[in-house]
């Protein structure tokens, strides 16, 4: 194993009379536990990229994010863990000499270089990406490097997170396993592992990603497993503005789960995705079971 883990994460039920109310079991999926560097879905895609980097013979990971980037924290962390070098290249040149919240400053204490562009350059370099003269492009500036996309979503990821789903057993036509979507990868991998009767049902944290969205999982389906899948849905109704916005109403929620549950959640992926469960309890078939994905960790405060 490249990284070690804790497997399988913890499946904890969630009593709450809201819920009941609507006849909605509740469970959660506790993959922020998995690694305290590395942890949640993060884990889960990273690992087979990894093990694809040191037997190809690489020494360093490049990727891509935005200042709050998870996967760019993630990969600078499972880099240092693994001995390999790191790359990050930030969307937003002016963020070159602006103090560093704590996610890009811990990255680069992990070792990763942090490289600013501005943002159509970034636009255009993850557009084209795959093409030869991109990658070409790409090593003269930083050297041979394994590339990983933004949000780390690629074939391999999505079989990597297809293994949650061999960690909970028993499901069935009344299980729906949620988790939030910011790039489809955990989402495809889910629905491509479940049984008959299942559902996958992705949250979108991104505004106006409709129909975005749903051709990222397809094509992750279709580059990983050759095929499509029809078991799985993705609500757009929960980003809450936009990827970095905190509305009143989400912390409202947010604070009032962890009162009830003694559970603190990430604002801008898990929080949005338990919002959305709360709030369509209601219309779901009474006797519904959702497991919801922890993805990640609450956010630490901003350090310069």
């Known amino acids: ?6 497997l399988p994460s913890p499946l904890v039920p969630v009593s709450d009379p809201e ?5 909605v079991e509740l469970r959660l999926k506790r993959d922020d536990l998995i690694d305290p560097r590395v942890s949640g879905n993060k884990w889960r895609k990273l690992v087979p990229n990894l093990k694809a980097a040191l037997d190809g013979g690489h020494t360093r990971l490049l990727t891509f994010g935005g200042a709050w980037s998870h996967h760019v924290h993630a990969v600078a962390a499972a880099a240092a863990a693994c001995g390999v070098a790191s790359v990050g290249v930030i969307r937003g040149d002016e963020l070159a000499d602006a103090p560093r919240n704590w996610s890009l400053a811990e990255a680069e204490r992990n070792g990763m270089e942090l490289a600013f562009t501005d943002r159509r350059a970034y636009r255009d370099t993850l557009r084209t990406l795959d093409d030869p003269a991109t990658r ?9 490097a394994y590339v990983l996309p933004e949000g780390g979503s690629n074939a391999l990821a999505a079989h990597g997170t297809a293994a949650l789903v061999a960690e909970l057993p028993g499901l069935g036509p009344r299980d729906l396993v ?12 889910i629905a491509a592992a479940l049984p008959a009767g299942a559902r996958a049902w992705g949250v979108a944290v991104l505004k106006g990603a409709a129909g975005y969205l749903e051709d990222e999982v397809t094509r992750l389906h279709r580059s990983g497993w050759g095929r499509t899948f029809p078991n799985w849905h993705i609500s757009h109704t929960h980003h809450a503005g936009g990827y970095a916005r905190l509305p009143a109403a989400l912390t409202a929620f947010a604070r009032a789960f962890e009162e009830r549950h003694g559970l603190a959640v990430e604002p801008r992926y898990v929080a949005k995705m338990l919002h959305c469960i709360y709030d369509t309890a209601p219309a779901l078939p009474r006797g519904t079971r959702v497991t919801a994905v ?5 956010h630490q405060p901003a350090i310069a």
Do not use: D, K
């Open 294 to 298: 922890i993805t990640g960790r609450p």
């Open 178 to 189: 949620c988790c939030p979507v910011g790039t489809g990868g955990t989402l495809a991998g």
């Open 1 to 6: 194993m490249v990284l070690p883990a804790a």
């Open 19 to 23: 819920l009941a109310r609507a006849g």
């Open 136 to 144: 070409r492009r790409l090593e003269r500036r930083w050297g041979r």
